[in-house]
């Protein structure tokens, strides 16, 4: 009798799954569901990068003659990408699990998905808040931080931490979501958030005279407000999974799955923290104005990068349910449209940010070194984000599959194999100073271009053949 109640409990769950499949993604033309998966993470997005703009502006203005303040807070930046890695991994790992599984039918882990991340979530938070409160001084000490440089940072870092926290348990939320295919509830909790830290920065920094701390504080308070709301969406049953804390809905297993995707993710991507670290160590030796600029134009860069990570984001979910579901044809169909969106917005965007970039980069700093630096790192580096796209997509590709490990691989090889030995090569060997920077970032974009494309490409082949089998979300 039990099993019955059993069996008939998965076969509700299976039918609740095919009601909430999001229309178009297993049939029909793939560009208007990518375009419906990628839109609201790409609106989200504009508005985070709105606050990045404006919080920029508000750190800045706390003394336009002095680049240590926005400099300072952009030099533990390397630590805020960890943290981001680590978030990363559990939302790729999350909604690779997720859409795969969707793709599968397979209620068995559908329904343990949501609280074995939130019970990673909680380890991963305790050991982040402690290790970075503990060893403040000695990481920023680490990150090349001296005088003014290092004051600031420690005044950003001790209140940014907590944000930490909060954005690991917050991005579980949102890797069930984005498995899903319901982007557009982690677009208002991005939008939430980020209204939250416009508002809140002016109070902080200027009326309580925080300074750049106020700032950090700003965005810890608004990310909580945002993961509050994406609780409350599971809360309300608005996702097929539900969160119903219950001890036994923690498995080992689906932890495992979980982290064999997410680990890759968030080695990569500490990887890429280690090389803001040197890449901060290598500029700040060639001059500290060079420094200011690089920070102040990656943040910029963020437009440029938007359609990428959102189109990213569409598809390791439509590449992970399609694939789930045996549709490779309709899968790959799927990887080459995403790259034609991802040329066309690219150069769009590049195009725009070069002619902008003398008006828009005066508006942040009145020392013309950091501004001469920002104009010029904008027209050298901009277009080379057309080939950035291509690997980015490719990685994505690889997490939808279930093969994150190839995703890390492009990763490594891009920045350790191309990116810092480039750098050295052009910096300390043909002395071009700061455009031996820029030289070795985008001989990295070209390489991680051509590797990433050839090697999806050959991937898709051996799935057709059968030589490759796409990774399966079954446990014993």
């Known amino acids: ?37 990628a839109v609201p993470m790409l609106l989200g997005m504009l508005v985070q ?23 300072g807070s952009g030099i533990v930046f390397p630590v805020i990408f960890f943290a981001m890695a680590v978030a990363s991994g559990l939302a790729i790992g999350m909604s690779s699990l997720v859409a795969r599984a969707i793709g599968e039918k397979n209620t068995a882990i559908l329904n343990k998905t949501a609280e074995s991340g939130l019970f990673m979530a ?10 970075f409160y503990v060893f403040t001084d000695q990481i920023i000490g680490l990150l090349g931080a001296q005088g003014d440089y290092f004051v600031h940072a420690k005044e950003y870092l001790v209140y940014i931490i907590p944000a930490g926290a909060v954005v690991f348990i917050m991005n579980v939320f949102v890797g069930i979501l984005q498995g899903e295919g319901l982007m557009k509830y982690v677009m208002i ?70 982290l064999e995707i997410g680990i890759p993710q968030t080695l990569g991507m500490m990887l890429m923290s280690i090389s803001f670290l040197l890449f901060n160590r290598i500029i700040i030796q060639i001059d500290e104005y060079a420094l200011s600029a690089f920070t102040l134009t990656g943040r910029f860069d963020q437009i440029v990068m938007m359609p990428l990570f959102a189109l990213s984001g569409a598809i390791v979910t ?16 799927i990887w080459h449209n995403s790259i034609k969106i991802a040329i066309l917005a690219v150069l769009v965007l590049a195009t725009l ?28 580096i ?21 093969f994150s490990i190839h995703a890390m691989v492009i990763m490594i090889l891009r920045i350790l194999g191309f990116s810092l030995p480039s750098m050295l090569l052009f910096v300390f060997v043909f002395k071009l100073g700061i455009y031996g920077v ?23 082949k051996k799935l057709t053949r059968g030589e490759l089998k796409i990774r399966t979300t079954a446990i014993a």
């Open 382 to 402: 901009e277009y080379t984000f057309l080939l950035a796209g291509i690997g980015i997509l490719a990685g994505s590709v690889f997490q939808g599959f279930g």
């Open 1 to 37: 009798m039990s099993e019955q109640l059993n069996r008939n409990s998965q076969e509700n769950k299976k039918s609740e799954i095919e009601q909430n499949e999001m229309p178009g993604v297993f049939n029909g033309p793939v560009v208007p569901a990518i375009i419906r998966l």
């Open 438 to 460: 820029w030289f070795g970032m985008m001989a990295g974009s070209l390489f991680g271009a051509i590797l990433g494309f050839f090697w999806v490409e050959s991937t898709f």
């Open 49 to 71: 990068i709105l606050y990045n703009i404006v919080d920029t502006a508000f750190i800045t203005r706390i003394d336009l003659q002095d680049p240590s303040y926005i400099g």
């Open 122 to 131: 909680a380890i991963v938070s305790v050991f982040f808040v402690t290790l």
């Open 353 to 380: 940010m070069i002619i902008a970039a003398p008006g828009v980069y005066s508006q942040f700093t009145n020392v013309p070194e950091v501004l001469e630096y920002s104009v010029l790192q904008t027209r050298l």
């Open 189 to 258: 909790g991005m939008l939430i958030g980020t209204t939250f830290n416009i508002i809140l920065d002016p109070v902080f920094i200027y009326l309580l005279k925080m300074g750049v701390s106020g700032a950090a504080l700003a965005t810890t308070i608004a990310q909580a407000i945002s993961c509050a709301y994406l609780f409350i969406i599971f809360i309300r049953g608005k996702s097929s999974i539900k969160i119903e804390f219950h001890v036994k809905n923690i498995n080992t297993k689906v932890m495992k799955q979980i």
């Open 318 to 333: 439509l590449i992970g349910q399609n694939a789930g579901r045996g549709l490779l044809q309709r899968a790959r169909l």
